[in-house]
């Protein structure tokens, strides 16, 4: 809980940093800490393997591609283009803030009174997801349920809070994201990789036009 | 490790840490006087030998001179960037090492019960993704330190080393799927422990990759014969030409660390880690000889990848940068993904690891050949180096205007 305030009082600053900053620089330094306090609040959440997969692909790669454009272009300090047109955008952050706000409200107000996802289901029914889901073996569950709370600890008599515990510590888990993107959402998981290529070759047969049209 | 009591994981914890953090800092200097002296033996000098026995001490003199020395801060630079450059390329170099196992377990006695606690800070779920997340980090130094500077000369070398560290991590994070897919596991622990004998080390298995993962961690430990971001003959010392001091010294440690832990990955993942033929069950007994002989033996592997990064340092020249880029991305690359490819099928269809290592040899050859001829093929046809001239000589940014 202090882990989440304190990563997303980060988060906050340093993203307003990014739109504050003159230098764009500095804005792209900002943004790389805004990513880092994400890594760190996916880490609070026990999603070890998203916050690993957010500072490879968006601080690793991405933002090292921001500041190399950034660079070459040489951007100076935006100091007059910036100014223009402040009211109205000054408008559009204050109605945007305000949608956004009643959309966190609404969503937190949903988790409250549904008490999240897990509590309201019983021992049994979860447990049964893991096996579904996770594909798990009753030793794998067993194993995972002693590494948690001690030896001797069997799975029929855990408390409700202690089960969520288990599923929280468990979807964090590599593997089971494995598991889950290769047979739940094997489907999706194609499509966006196909996607992927679709984009990758679009990017190949443009860069590889031949060079007499430029001419 | 999850029946250690609280208060023995604490402790253990810290111990280990300061060892190795202090290993690390003892290496880079153990470093800059073997590499001083490793490329004297090469050239047929004798190297620093006048500074105590064999010129040991020649580091801890270098260090002196470092701090005593004026801190200069240029007049033209972004002064907070410069400052922290290289805080920034120091750090990632010094956690990488908080989850890389160097050795096996030794038993400790506490409250009279025996435990055994490994030879490693963290052993995390993501492990080697971990690794691949920070040293993805470590460009940063580079890039802001050389933009910081507010000189051509520094410009030139960040942007160097900008594109060259993107386009080498790529051929480093996918070289090591084979080896995750056959370990079953992202924990360098388990992947140790997948090679507990000699047949089942990766780099027979995965000879290929093992080539590519090298490669690319010279190349983004920016290590001749990839040192392009520094190259002294054209770019005065690259990105950090403002340098002075202990800043200077900074990019200095952290290059040397991160071929420290560089090496120390690649015996994790290919070359067996603590396992040597012959005394892997002495190793594994969970005695204190045992411990201590599992860490000597990551130590002498270890150090004999040391060696070899200064031994092609000083074999080899530089490449062009054409020819850089042609590497990563038309030959490392494709035998990467070949690799990933060949042994998922070969090890579903077969489960042995001596068809995969046959195939996976077999298929990089082929892509090499393959590519190559196209690349040669293409580049007959076509002339493209005056394209590439226009980026060099044409409209160039300029750079002090700011």
Not at chain 1, 69 to 93: E, H, P, W, Y
Request: glycine share 6%; net charge negative.
């Amino acid at each position: 809980m202090v882990l989440l305030v304190i990563f997303g009082l980060v988060a906050i600053c340093s993203a307003i940093c990014v739109v504050a900053f003159k230098n764009p620089i500095h804005s792209a330094l900002a943004l790389i800490l805004t990513f880092f306090s994400q890594a760190g609040l996916f880490i609070a959440l026990g999603a070890h393997f998203v916050a690993a997969v957010q500072v490879i692909v968006y601080a690793g790669a991405i933002m090292v591609l921001f500041l190399f454009v950034i660079m070459l272009l040489n951007l100076g300090s935006l100091q007059d283009t910036a100014r223009q047109n402040i009211s109205a955008i000054k408008i559009f952050v204050l109605v945007l803030a305000v949608l956004l706000a009643i959309e966190g409200i609404t969503v937190a107000r949903y988790v409250d009174q549904n008490g999240g996802v897990i509590k309201k289901q019983s021992t049994d029914v979860i447990i049964q997801r893991l096996k579904d889901d996770f594909k798990m073996s009753d030793e794998d569950i067993k194993h995972s349920v002693e590494e948690l709370y001690g030896k001797g600890t069997s799975v029929s008599n855990l408390t409700s809070v202690q089960v969520t515990g288990l599923v929280h510590g468990e979807m964090g888990k590599t593997e089971r994201i494995g598991t889950l993107l290769f047979s739940k959402f094997v489907l999706p998981f194609e499509v966006t990789s196909f996607i992927l290529i679709a984009a990758l070759i679009g990017v190949i047969s443009i860069v590889n036009r031949e060079p007499q049209e430029a001419a | 490790m999850e029946n250690l009591p609280l208060s023995l994981v604490l402790i253990s914890s810290i111990i280990k840490i300061l060892i190795i953090v202090h290993m690390l800092l003892i290496g880079v200097m153990g470093m800059i006087w073997a590499e001083r002296r490793v490329s004297a033996w090469i050239q047929d000098r004798y190297g620093p030998n006048r500074v105590g026995p064999q010129g040991l001490l020649q580091p801890i003199a270098d260090g002196i001179k470092f701090l005593l020395k004026e801190d200069l801060i240029p007049e033209h630079v972004d002064k907070v960037v410069y400052i922290l450059a290289p805080a920034i390329i120091l750090i990632p170099a010094l956690i990488t090492c908080a989850v890389v196992p160097f050795g096996s377990e030794i038993p400790v006695s506490w409250d009279g019960q025996e435990y055994r606690i490994p030879l490693q800070i963290a052993d995390i779920d993501i492990g080697i993704l971990y690794i691949l997340a920070i040293t993805s980090l470590g460009v940063y130094g580079v890039v802001l330190g050389a933009w910081a500077s507010n000189n051509k000369y520094s410009f030139l070398g960040g942007l160097r080393a900008s594109a060259q560290m993107v386009s080498y991590e790529l051929p480093l994070g996918l070289s090591i799927v084979g080896v995750l897919m056959l370990s079953e596991s992202l924990r360098l622990r388990e992947i140790v422990l997948a090679q507990s004998s000699f047949l089942h080390w990766n780099f027979l298995t995965h000879f290929p990759s093992f080539l590519v993962f090298i490669i690319a961690v010279f190349a983004e430990t920016n290590r001749l014969p990839f040192d392009l971001a520094e190259a002294e003959q054209e770019l005065v010392g690259g990105y950090h030409t403002e340098y002075s001091s202990m800043k200077f010294a900074m990019y200095f440690m952290a290059e040397y660390m991160h071929m420290i832990v560089g090496s120390v990955v690649v015996v994790v993942l290919f070359l067996g880690g603590w396992y040597f033929p012959g005394l892997e069950k002495l190793v594994d007994s969970g005695t204190l000889v045992g411990g201590l002989l599992s860490f000597i033996i990551v130590f002498v592997k270890t150090s004999f990848f040391l060696f070899f990064f200064i031994w092609v340092r000083w074999s080899l020249p530089r490449f062009r940068y054409d020819q850089l880029m042609n590497l990563g991305w038309k030959v490392l690359l494709p035998i990467a993904l070949t690799s990933i490819v060949v042994t998922a099928v070969v090890w579903v269809v077969s489960e042995s690891r001596l068809w995969v290592g046959i195939f996976n040899v077999i298929s990089a050859v082929v892509v090499t050949s393959v590519v190559t001829t196209l690349v040669s093929m293409r580049s007959k046809s076509k002339v493209v180096i005056e394209d590439d001239l226009d980026i060099v000589s044409g409209d160039s940014p300029s750079f002090m205007t700011r």
